[in-house]
Structures are given as C-alpha cells and as structure tokens.
C-alpha cells in the first residue's frame, strides 16, 4: 500500500504552487551549478543587514581550523543596546544543504531575535560541500564559536550566553557543535535552537519517503546533500555524530534544545526521533511539529498564520532560556 502524504496547511499550500513551478524538490550532484548556488538575496546584496540602522555590522576573518584556511564571521551588534551589561550571542550557521549559502543566508531571523531581545549575532561562513566534505563544515563552524566565547567581551557580548541556532542543514551542523564542543571541553553553549534541522543521513524515515516528490526538499535532494557531504560512506555504518547528529548514541550532557519541524516534509520523523532521544538521555529539550508544515515554510511565507506562530515560539523560547 503506497504511503500517503500529510495534507498541507492551506495557506502554505497556495503559496507552494508557484515556488513548485521555479523548481522541483529534488535535484541532483550534476545540478549543483553556479546558478543554483548564486540564488538568494544575500548574494545579490538586497539585505539590509543594518536593519535601517539597529545594527553595527562587520566582515570579521578569524582562524579557522588548524591546517586550514581562516573563515569568516559577520558580526551585528546593536547601535544603541538598552543596557550596558555584556549581551547575549547568537552565534548562527547557515543553511543551503551544505552545498550552498554564505554568512549571511538566514541572518534576517536571528537580527529579528536579536532586535527584540537585545544580542549580539555572529554568523559563521564554512566551507562548502562537495568541494570540501566532512569534516571540513563542522570544523569550521566549531572554530567560529571558539572565537567567539574567546572575543565576546570584545564584540559586547557575554560569553557564558551564547545560544547556537541554526536552519535546515544548518541545524544540522548546530547539532554536531554541540555535541563535538561537549566532547572536547568546548565552550558550553547556553542553548541550542534547531529549526527544521538535517539530523539523519540514512535518509529513510516514514516521511522521507511520504514526502518523495513534494515540498521543496525531498529524498532526492537529502541523498545529493549527504552524498556530497559523506561521499560513498552515506548511510553505511561508520558515520560519525559530528556528521549526521542522528548517529550519536549518546545525547546526555548537552544543552537545552529547541527543535522545530512541518509535518508535511522530509526531516518531520528524524527531528521527532532525536527529541525524544534528548529526553531519554535527561535532556530539556521543546519540541514543535507544524501542521502542514513544508521544509522552510516560514522563511518561504512568511505571513502565513502558521509562520507566525512559528516564528513566536522561537523567540518566546529563546526569552525564557535568557531570563532564566
């Protein structure tokens, strides 16, 4: 009997039709062009990172792993803080598959947060997949924030607050950082925020092959993305966490999560499985699945009620983890 999808939420599902029709949800190694890579307004310098001007923002090039080259932080500290106190930090890894996207893919949402909340956001540059696989996209992001616990004070920030967030693949890789930054006595993040993170390279859930052919990243796409990431060792048996965070047989000792998923897309059953395997390690861990959710809706449409609603609960979240 053929799996049949999780309805999408109505609202999403008008606005889904045109996005369907610029392209497909899957594609493949061979697609990967410079087209395709080159999408995106961060690319074509239409962000407004000072966000008419709260924000003092800064290309900063820092150490990268050793042996490999420097890496490149943005950093966006509010002009006119409400207190003088050391901030808090977001310290952001972008999306895109780790196939695509710079620094600043993404960073709306965290200057969003950060606006209302009062942080500093720094957001890491990593080297890019396939050109540069495993481990070179978690090293890089794990050099980031040693830099930034060791420079908060320099860039107004406090170092025993920073939150590490992340979207889509980029959640991925902020759920490996905390996990490698625990295993080797890193900085210890005050919280780890996960929207629609790729956890999982085995790539064969109930709602990867549910959401085959549908939404705006399906199974195909997730194969191409592990593939480049992982090469021939994809879905075999000696991945590392630090790869695919799914892997990890052992979730205690890490900080407070936030994880959120649709539940009309690919990533819906492995997000559920590693919430719940946060909590059967004594993890805090909240955990929300959208109704009719696909990969990215919130970022797609953003006016949409259920985006909304999305977008609320991060920051409610992110409110209650820095007030405590």
């Not at 900085?187 to 790539?203: A, F, I, V």
């Not at 480049?228 to 047989?249: I, K, N, Q, T």
Request: glycine share 12%; aromatic share 6%.
């Amino acid at each position: 009997m053929p799996l049949v999808p999780p309805p999408f939420d109505p609202e999403l599902a008008a606005a889904l039709r045109p996005i369907k029709g610029v392209g497909g949800p899957g594609f493949t190694l061979d697609e990967l062009d410079d087209a395709r890579r080159a999408a995106g307004p961060e690319l074509l310098g239409l962000l407004d990172l000072t966000m008419d001007g709260a924000f003092e923002v800064e290309d900063r090039t820092v150490p990268g792993p050793e042996g490999a080259p420097d890496i490149s932080l943005l950093l966006c500290r509010p002009v006119s803080p409400a207190s003088t106190a050391p901030l808090p930090v977001i310290y952001h890894v972008h999306g895109g598959g780790m196939m695509m996207g710079t620094n600043r893919a993404g960073v709306a949402e965290p200057q969003d947060w950060a606006r209302e909340l009062g942080a500093v956001v720094v957001s890491v540059e990593y080297r890019l997949t396939p050109e540069h696989p495993y481990p070179a996209p978690v090293e890089d992001v794990y050099a980031g924030l040693l830099w930034t616990a060791e420079h908060a004070k320099e860039i107004g920030g406090d170092p025993d607050r920073i939150v590490v967030a992340g979207a889509s693949s980029g959640g991925g890789l902020t759920a490996a950082l905390a996990l490698l930054t625990r295993d080797r006595r890193g900085p210890r993040p005050l919280g780890q925020l996960l929207m629609c993170p790729m956890l999982d390279d085995r790539n064969d859930t109930v709602s990867s092959h549910q959401m085959a052919g549908l939404g705006v990243w399906d199974r195909t796409a997730n194969d191409t993305a592990w593939t480049a990431l992982l090469g021939d060792r994809r879905g075999g048996p000696d991945v590392s966490p630090y790869a695919a965070p799914a892997r990890a047989r052992d979730l205690s000792g890490l900080p407070p999560a936030y994880l959120d998923v649709g539940s009309a897309e690919t990533f819906r059953d492995e997000v559920v499985a590693f919430a719940s395997a946060l909590w059967q390690a004594g993890g805090a861990a909240e955990l929300h699945v959208w109704p009719g959710g696909f990969h990215g809706f919130d970022s797609l449409v953003p006016e949409a009620a259920l985006s909304r609603a999305a977008r609320t609960a991060r920051v409610d979240w992110l409110r209650r983890l820095l007030t405590r």
